[in-house]
C-alpha cells in the first residue's frame, strides 16, 4: 500500500476516492444554480438512507456534538421529562446537553458494557410522563448497539418521543426511522455517511416538527434554532437558496456524492455488509484470544469493535499497530479508558480492508510480545468474509 495507514478508527473513516475527488473542487458560491441544486439532491437523498420518507433533514456546519445539540435544544423546553438509556460516555454527554436545555433528565443505569434491556427501560417510561426518550445507538465508548427498535416500540406505548444519536451508526447499523418511529435521528458526517469531518446531520420526523412549532419558549441557542433551519432545508430542497449561516460547500457536494455511493449500493446490503465485516473482524480478534468490551453478543455493534487488550499487552501496541499499517483507537470510557482499544469498520470498508487491518493487529501484537499462531486472525476472518 505504497506506506499508506488506514484509518480504521470509529470516525474519521477512510473515504472513497470520489467523495475526497468532489472535495477538492474549486468552491462554488453557496448560491450558484448547480451547489442550490445538489445541496437540494443530498436532503433527498438523506430521507432515502434514513429511510423516512415523510422526515425533516437538516445538514449544518458543526460536528456530531452540534446535531445532538440540534436535537435537545429544538424539541426541550424548561421542565420537560427526559429518559435517557445509558450506554456509556456519549449517553452521558446527551444527558449534560438535555439538562443544559431546562430538562430534567432521568437514567436508566447500567454497567460498563451494556445497556438496560427494553423491559427495564419500558417499566422506567411508566414511573412518570417522559417527553423524550434518548437512546444512543452504538455507544462508541464501548462498542455496545441499542436496540432502537423495540425501544422506541416502547417508548409509543407512552406518546414518548424518541431521539437517537446515531452518530457512529447512520448508514452502518439497520436503522429504520420512520417504520420504526423514531422521532429525530442524528448523526456527522466522518462516520458511516462517508464524509470527511465538519457536518453535523439530522432528519425529525412530522411529530417533532411539530413539538418544535408547539414551543411555548425560545430555543436557549441561537446557531442551533430550528427556526432559521428550517426555512433554510425547506428553499435549497425547493431549488432556491436561502441564507442562515454559510454553508460548507465542499463537504455538502461531498455528501450529495456519497449519499448517492450509499444509495447505489442499498440499504438493506450496506446494513448486511456492515454485519458481515464486524463478524469478520471478531472471528480474526477471538482466534487471537482477545475478548470484546460489550458484555452479550446480541448487543455488539456492526460499526466498530472495542477489544480488551490481552493479558501482557497496553496501549503501547497501537503505535507497533500503526507502523504495520493500520491507525486504531484507545479507550475512551473514562472508567475502563487505558484497558481496551477500538477497531472502526463502517463506510465502504471492504474484505481487503478488514484483512489488511488484521494483519497489521496480528504484527503489531507479536511486536508487543504476545503469544498467537500468526496468521489465524486473517485466516478466521477469510472463512466468514468467504461466505457469500
Ligand atoms: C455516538 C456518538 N455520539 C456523538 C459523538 C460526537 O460527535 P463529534 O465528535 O463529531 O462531535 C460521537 C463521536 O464520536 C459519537 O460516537
Not at 85 to 105: C, E
Not at 337 to 348: A, L, N, P, Q
Request: aromatic residues 8%; hydrophobic residues 45%; neutral net charge.
Amino acid at each position: 500500500m505504497k506506506g499508506k495507514r488506514l484509518l480504521m478508527i470509529p470516525g474519521p473513516i477512510e473515504f472513497t476516492d470520489e467523495v475526497l475527488a468532489e472535495m477538492s473542487l474549486p468552491t462554488l458560491s453557496h448560491v450558484d444554480p448547480q451547489f442550490i441544486e445538489e445541496f437540494g439532491q443530498a436532503i433527498e437523498k438523506m430521507r432515502k438512507v434514513w429511510l423516512a420518507p415523510n422526515g425533516q433533514p437538516f445538514a449544518v456546519a458543526g460536528s456530531g456534538t452540534l446535531a445532538m445539540e440540534l436535537a435537545a435544544a429544538n424539541i426541550t423546553e424548561p421542565g420537560d421529562n427526559v429518559l435517557i438509556v445509558h450506554t456509556g460516555y456519549f449517553s452521558d454527554r446527551m444527558a449534560d446537553i438535555f439538562r443544559l436545555h431546562g430538562a430534567n433528565v432521568d437514567i436508566v443505569p447500567s454497567e460498563v458494557g451494556d445497556l438496560p434491556s427494553v423491559e427495564v427501560v419500558r417499566a422506567a417510561l411508566t414511573i412518570k410522563k417522559y417527553k423524550i426518550l434518548s437512546i444512543t445507538h452504538v455507544d462508541t465508548s464501548t462498542g455496545v448497539r441499542a436496540d432502537v427498535k423495540n425501544l422506541a416500540a416502547a417508548a409509543h406505548e407512552t406518546g414518548t418521543l424518541v431521539v437517537v444519536d446515531g452518530v457512529c451508526a447512520v448508514a452502518g447499523e439497520e436503522l429504520r426511522m420512520e417504520e420504526w418511529g423514531v422521532d429525530i435521528a442524528l448523526t456527522a458526517s466522518q462516520k458511516a455517511v462517508g464524509v470527511p469531518p465538519g457536518l453535523a446531520l439530522l432528519v425529525a420526523s412530522s411529530r417533532a416538527i411539530d413539538a418544535f412549532k408547539a414551543r411555548k419558549s425560545p430555543v436557549r441557542a441561537y446557531y442551533c434554532d430550528w427556526q432559521y433551519w428550517l426555512p433554510v432545508m425547506e428553499a435549497y430542497e425547493a431549488r432556491k437558496a436561502a441564507y442562515f449561516g454559510t454553508p460548507p460547500v465542499n463537504l455538502v457536494r461531498a455528501l450529495n456524492v456519497s449519499l448517492g455511493q450509499i444509495l447505489s449500493e442499498g440499504m438493506d446490503a450496506r446494513f448486511a455488509r456492515h454485519a458481515k465485516n464486524a463478524r469478520a473482524f471478531r472471528a480474526g480478534l477471538t482466534a487471537m484470544g482477545v475478548k470484546f468490551v460489550p458484555a452479550r453478543e446480541e448487543i455488539y455493534a456492526n460499526t466498530l469493535t472495542a477489544v480488551w487488550y490481552p493479558e501482557g499487552i497496553d496501549a503501547s501496541v497501537l503505535g507497533y499497530i500503526a507502523a504495520e499499517g493500520a491507525v486504531l483507537a484507545g479507550g475512551l470510557h473514562p472508567a475502563i479508558k487505558t484497558k481496551y482499544f477500538r477497531i472502526g469498520h463502517m463506510g465502504m470498508s471492504d474484505a481487503s480492508e478488514i484483512l489488511a487491518t488484521l494483519g497489521a493487529i496480528e504484527r503489531g501484537f507479536a511486536r508487543a510480545g504476545y503469544r498467537f499462531s500468526p496468521g489465524s486472525a486473517v485466516a478466521a476472518a477469510q472463512a466468514v468474509l468467504a461466505k457469500g
